[in-house]
C-alpha cells in the first residue's frame, strides 16, 4: 500500500503583503513535499490564507475596504507569491470559504459535545475581562505584561494590548493538562526542535488557565453554533484549516479517512503555542486524534536587523527571486541555517553560496564532466569498463546518499540533507582531479571511458536528489544526462536504472549562474 504524507504551513494572516518569512514556512514545506513525492509517497500538502479576526478586520478598516473585498485582494497576493516560488501544495484555503464555515461550526459542535477528562463541560459561556493583543491575536494575563515607554502595556512578543471585557465561551484548557503531558511523553516527536520541546513542556506542567473561544465586539469571523452574537475566537476558526483541508466533518471516508492525522503542521516559533498546546487540546476535546508533529523553525533577521514594516527593510521574495534565481533563494534559505535556528540574510552570504558551492562546486562539476563527454566520447555516454575499488567505493557512496538524505528529511533537517549531497560533490570534485581524466584522453582512453562514466552517473545521483531543493536546474541537469521524466524517482537511484554506455547525450550548457558586477552573470563557465 502506498504511503501516505500530509504536510501543511500555517495559513497566512492576509493584513500585510507577503514576505520572506511567509515564504520561509512554505519553502519549507515544499521541499518537503517534492521530496516525500519523489521518494513514492501519497502527499497532500496544504497552504492558505487566514482571514478573520480583528486583525484583518482592522486592516480592511484602515484601508477603508469591506473585509471580504479587502481578504479577496489579499489573499490573491499570497497565491501570486506561492505561483513565483513554484510552490507544489495540493490545496489553498480561504477561511472565508463555505467549506471552512462548516468544518468549524463541525468542530465547535463537537467539542461542546463533549466533556473534559475532569467530567465537565468543555465549553462554558462566561465573560472575559482581560488584555488582548489584536497582532498576536492572542490572551494575555497580567504577569506576562511588561510596560513600555510610553507607559503602554506590551505582550511579550512586543505586541500592543488593549483591555476587553465582553461575554465569551470559554474552552476548559485547565481540566487538559494531564492529557497534554501523557500525549508529549508517549510522542516525545510530537515538537521538534527539542529546545522547544522542552519550553511547551514546561509551560504545559506550569498549569492552564481555560481559553475564551468566542468574541462579541465585532462580527469579522465564523458565528458560533447556536448563539450568532458570538463570533469564533480566530485562532479556533483558522487551526481548524488543517481538517477543513481534509474534508472535515466527513471522518469515515475521503481524504480525512486517508490523511488524518496530519504529519507535519510546519511552523514558525511565534505560533508554536497555538499548534502544540491548543490544537491538540481542542482535537481531543472533539474527540479527534491529534497530529504527528509540529515543528516550529526560526526567524530570519536582514543584514542582523529585526525585520519590520516601520524599519523599511522587509524582503520582498519576489525581488530576491528576480534578483539570484528561485533555485539560488531556495537554496540559500534553506542551506544558510540549521532548519528550527534564527538565521540572518545577507546579500554577501547569499552571493557566496551561489558562487561558491552552486556555480562553481555543483555546476563546475556538471559543466567539466559533461563538456569532456561532449568532446572526447563523441556525445555518448562512456564505458564504464573496468573498475578498482576506489572506484567501486566512490560509486557506493552515491548509492548511498539517500539512506542519509532521507534520515535528515525524516526530521526536517534540511541543512543536513544538503551538506549530505554536498559532501558527496566535494568528493566528486576531488575524484576529477585525482583522476585527471583529461591526461586520460590520450594516455589511456578506456580509463578515462571508466572514470567519465562513473562521475556521469555520480552527478545523475546527485540532480534526483537536488530536485527538492533546486527543481529548475536539478530538471536541467537531468535533461542533459538524458534521463527520462518517469525516471526521476528515488526508486530510481541505484544501479537498476544506471546511465548506459553509448546513450547519446544534448550539448552540455551551464545551469547555475555566478553572481557578478551587480548582477547574475552568464550561466556555464
Ligand atoms: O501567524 N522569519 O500568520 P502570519 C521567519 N495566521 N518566519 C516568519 C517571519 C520571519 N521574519 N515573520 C513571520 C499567522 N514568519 C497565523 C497562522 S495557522 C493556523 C495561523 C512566519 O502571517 C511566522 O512564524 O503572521 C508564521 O509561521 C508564518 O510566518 C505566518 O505568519
Redesign the pocket.
Known amino acids: 500500500m502506498t504511503q501516505r504524507y500530509y504536510l501543511t504551513t500555517?495559513?497566512?494572516?492576509v493584513n500585510d503583503d507577503p514576505?520572506?518569512?511567509?515564504a520561509?514556512?512554505t519553502l519549507a514545506c515544499d521541499a518537503l513535499a517534492r521530496f516525500k513525492r519523489l521518494d513514492g509517497f501519497d502527499v497532500k500538502f496544504l497552504t492558505g490564507t487566514?482571514e478573520h479576526g480583528q486583525k484583518v478586520a482592522k486592516s480592511a478598516a484602515d484601508a477603508g475596504v469591506d473585509p471580504k473585498a479587502f481578504t479577496d485582494r489579499v489573499s490573491q497576493n499570497f497565491r501570486d507569491l506561492a505561483d513565483a516560488l513554484n510552490f507544489s501544495h495540493d490545496d489553498f484555503i480561504r477561511t472565508t470559504e463555505d467549506r471552512h464555515k462548516t468544518a468549524s461550526q463541525a468542530i465547535w459542535k463537537a467539542i461542546a459535545a463533549g466533556k473534559s477528562p475532569k467530567g465537565n463541560d468543555n465549553i462554558y459561556l462566561a465573560s472575559y475581562p482581560g488584555w488582548y493583543a489584536v497582532r498576536d491575536e492572542a490572551f494575555y494575563s497580567e504577569d506576562e505584561l511588561t510596560t513600555g515607554a510610553d507607559g503602554k502595556k506590551i505582550a511579550p512578543s512586543g505586541a500592543e494590548v488593549e483591555w476587553v471585557e465582553e461575554p465569551s465561551y470559554f474552552f476548559r484548557l485547565s481540566a487538559w493538562q494531564d492529557r497534554l503531558l501523557e500525549f508529549y511523553d508517549a510522542n516525545p516527536d510530537f515538537i521538534l526542535p527539542k529546545t522547544r520541546r522542552n519550553e511547551v513542556v514546561s509551560f504545559v506542567s506550569g498549569g492552564l488557565k481555560d481559553l475564551s473561544v468566542s468574541r462579541t465586539t465585532f462580527k469579522w469571523g465564523v458565528p458560533v453554533p447556536g448563539d450568532e452574537d458570538h463570533i469564533m475566537y480566530v485562532w479556533l476558526d483558522?487551526?481548524t484549516?488543517y481538517i477543513t483541508g481534509v474534508g472535515f466533518p466527513e471522518t469515515d471516508s475521503g481524504e480525512y479517512a486517508t490523511f488524518w492525522p496530519a504529519d507535519l503542521h510546519m511552523?514558525?516559533?511565534?505560533?508554536l503555542r497555538?499548534h502544540a498546546v491548543y490544537w491538540p487540546a481542542f482535537l481531543m476535546g472533539a474527540g479527534l486524534a491529534p497530529p504527528r508533529r509540529v515543528f516550529a523553525?526560526?526567524?530570519?533577521t536582514n543584514e542582523g536587523q529585526k525585520?519590520s514594516k516601520s524599519l523599511g527593510n522587509v524582503i520582498d521574495p519576489v525581488e530576491l527571486v528576480d534578483k539570484y534565481g528561485l533555485d539560488q533563494v531556495r537554496y540559500f534559505l534553506l542551506r544558510e541555517v540549521p532548519f528550527g535556528n534564527d538565521g540572518d540574510f545577507a546579500h554577501q552570504a547569499m552571493v557566496n553560496r551561489m558562487n561558491g558551492e552552486l556555480a562553481n562546486d555543483y555546476g563546475n562539476l556538471a559543466q567539466r564532466v559533461l563538456s569532456m563527454i561532449n568532446k572526447n566520447c563523441q556525445g555518448k555516454v562512456s564505458e564504464p569498463g573496468n573498475m578498482t575499488g576506489d572506484d567501486e567505493g566512490f560509486l557506493g557512496t552515491a548509492h548511498g546518499l539517500i539512506g542519509q538524505v532521507r534520515d535528515a528529511m525524516e526530521v526536517q533537517a534540511f541543512h543536513e540533507g544538503l551538506e549530505a549531497v554536498w559532501a558527496m560533490v566535494r568528493a566528486a570534485n576531488a575524484y576529477i582531479d585525482g583522476q585527471a581524466p583529461w591526461k586520460l584522453a590520450k594516455e589511456d582512453p578506456a580509463r578515462m571511458g571508466t572514470v567519465l562514466y562513473l562521475l556521469a552517473e555520480t552527478i545523475r545521483h546527485l540532480a534526483i536528489l537536488t530536485q527538492p531543493f533546486m527543481p529548475d536546474a536539478s530538471a536541467r541537469l537531468l535533461d542533459q544526462l538524458a534521463v527520462p521524466e518517469d525516471a526521476r524517482t528515488f526508486a530510481c537511484l541505484g544501479p537498476d536504472h544506471a546511465l548506459k554506455a553509448g546513450m547519446e547525450l544534448p550539448k552540455p550548457e551551464g545551469v547555475f549562474p555566478r553572481y557578478e558586477n551587480g548582477e547574475k552573470a552568464e550561466e556555464g563557465d
Open positions: 500555517p495559513i497566512y494572516y514576505h520572506i518569512g511567509h520561509y514556512t487566514d483558522a487551526l484549516n511552523v514558525g516559533k511565534d505560533i497555538f523553525h526560526g526567524w530570519w525585520i
